[in-house]
């Protein structure tokens, strides 16, 4: 009787391990994003950064200072220009330094 009890705990475990790998792999590709905006000094325009903070302050997922599904802290992500919601409330702006400009043509 004891293994049947057990079974279930095991498909929710294998289910949240999923889940979980697929959590980590989007974290790793924010965290990519972000580094290569600190890196680049891509932030995004203070009017886009204002945007993206008003959004997150009416969030039902803001915790403190933080997302609590990202876990970021959005003072921070709402700053660079590749940063986009977990949840797509928000997304990416094209940085000033990507476009081009007539000067550059």
């Not at 290569?36 to 995004?44: G, M």
């Not at 220009?81 to 550059?104: F, H, L, M, R, Y």
Request: with cysteine; glycine share 4%.
């Amino acid at each position: 009787m004891r293994g049947l009890g057990r079974a279930p705990t095991v498909a929710t475990h294998t289910a949240a391990t999923v889940s979980e790998k697929a959590t980590l792999a989007s974290t790793i590709s924010d965290l990519r994003k972000a580094a290569d905006d600190i890196i680049k000094v891509n932030h995004a325009s203070d009017e886009e950064r204002d945007k993206r903070l008003l959004v997150c302050s009416e969030c039902e997922f803001k915790v403190g200072s933080r997302c609590n599904l990202c876990r970021c802290f959005i003072n921070y992500k709402a700053k660079l220009a590749n940063s986009e919601c977990p949840i797509g409330k928000w997304s990416a702006s094209i940085g000033e330094s990507t476009v081009d400009s007539p000067s550059q043509q």
